[in-house]
């Protein structure tokens, strides 16, 4: 049974809300009966059940092992199994990401989790670079840039014009690996157009015709 929080205020109408962590808060006025309540819940079940679903879907994009079995790797559902170790570690085998932990703390998983997944998407990206560093950088007469990785919520990447490197972000390793490939172009598409104009978006298109569908990728919050 799904915990339901009780609000109540100087208002007329009744409001339901679900919480990140699938609790129902109810907010209605000062002398809304027991069972009205209960009633009004009852017959938003099916949107609950959905927004639930949605909020646990989107927990789990985030989760890196630390809240829960689910991690999603290169868009991938894998299953977190801990196993006690001497040095901390994680590795991913088919469905199953392993994290070999000295102790099994949420500090411990997380930075485990994000140096697997920087070392993942690092070696991905160094597949990919050569094709941009020489249709982009070579091409136009500008130096090969660093690339360095990151973990940032608000950035997928970031081009530091100016100063010749580009940042990923370690959150793009819970996407498919074309999230990827879109981001690495976009931050070099930035060495020619600085700013997010059409010729930017032509040039882009230029390089990857289905970048549209790539960049869709990021916007879900199911993978
Ligand atoms: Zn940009």
């Given at each position: 049974?799904?915990?339901?929080?009780?609000?109540?205020?100087?208002?007329?109408?009744?409001?339901?809300?679900?919480?990140?962590?699938g609790s129902l808060l109810v907010t209605c006025g000062r002398y809304t009966a027991q069972?009205?309540?209960?009633?009004?819940?009852?017959?938003?079940?099916?949107?609950?059940?959905?927004?639930?679903?949605?909020?646990?879907?989107?927990?789990?994009?985030?989760?890196?092992?630390?809240?829960?079995p689910v991690v999603y790797w290169l868009g991938e559902k894998k299953y977190a199994v801990y196993v006690q170790a001497k040095r901390d570690s994680c590795?991913?085998?088919?469905?199953?990401?392993?994290?070999?932990?000295?102790?099994?703390?949420?500090e411990r998983i997380q930075k485990a989790f994000r140096k697997a997944a920087n070392d993942k998407l690092m070696s991905l990206?160094?597949?990919y670079r050569g094709e941009w560093d020489r249709k982009i950088c070579e091409a136009a007469g500008l130096q090969i840039?660093?690339?360095?990785?990151?973990?940032?919520t608000g950035r997928w990447g970031v081009n530091h014009i100016g100063k010749n490197y580009i940042t990923?972000?370690?959150?793009?390793?819970?996407?498919?690996?074309?999230?990827?490939?879109?981001v690495?172009?976009?931050?070099?598409?930035?060495f020619l157009v600085p700013d997010h104009s059409r010729r930017f978006y032509s040039t882009v298109r230029h390089f990857m015709p289905e970048y549209k569908a790539y960049e869709k990728l990021l916007k879900q919050e199911v993978l």
């Open positions: 049974m799904t915990e339901i929080e009780v609000v109540r205020k100087k208002i007329k109408n009744m409001y339901l809300r679900v919480r990140e962590d069972k009205d309540i209960l009633r009004f819940v009852s017959s938003r079940e099916e949107w609950i059940i959905k927004a639930q679903l949605r909020m646990q879907k989107h927990e789990s994009v985030n989760r890196e092992g630390v809240n829960g590795t991913v085998d088919g469905d199953i990401i392993t994290f070999y932990l000295k102790e099994e703390t949420a990206i160094n597949e840039p660093e690339i360095n990785m990151r973990y940032m990923m972000s370690t959150r793009l390793i819970h996407y498919p690996v074309e999230a990827l490939e879109y690495l172009l976009h931050e070099y598409v930035h």
